[in-house]
Nanobody, 119 residues
């Protein structure tokens, strides 16, 4: 069964850091592009990063560029999202997915992991 499980969220103060993990099972995560998305209360889900399967290209939304870094540990079949210099507006439910940029109808999302930035 193809599955992605997110973890690592929590409560952090502005300026702090968190590292999210996305553990893949049922497939080799290094064979596909992995996207990170987030959904804040009252807003649509937005793509914030995309790690290509070749790692030759990585895309970030302007809202997180220079602060977030996505990487892959093939031995653990895991993709990470390192989030630095967190801002209040980064508060959201974060998801990883086997797609990038935008959702598609019928895509089965995981439970996500909650990130709350608050002082």
């Amino acid at each position: 069964q193809v599955q992605l499980v997110e973890s690592g969220g929590g409560l952090v103060q502005p300026g702090g850091s968190l590292r999210l993990s996305c553990v893949a099972s049922g497939f080799d995560a290094d064979q596909v592009a992995i996207g990170w998305f987030r959904q804040a209360p009252g807003k649509e889900r937005e793509g914030i990063s995309c790690l290509s399967n070749t790692e030759e290209s990585t895309w970030y939304a302007d809202s997180v560029k220079g602060r977030f870094i996505t990487s892959r540990d093939n031995a653990k079949n895991t993709v990470y999202l390192q989030m630095n210099s967190l801002k209040l507006e980064d508060t959201a439910l974060y998801y990883c997915a086997t797609l990038c940029f935008t959702s598609i109808p019928g895509y089965q999302w995981g439970q996500g992991t909650q990130v709350t930035v608050s002082s």
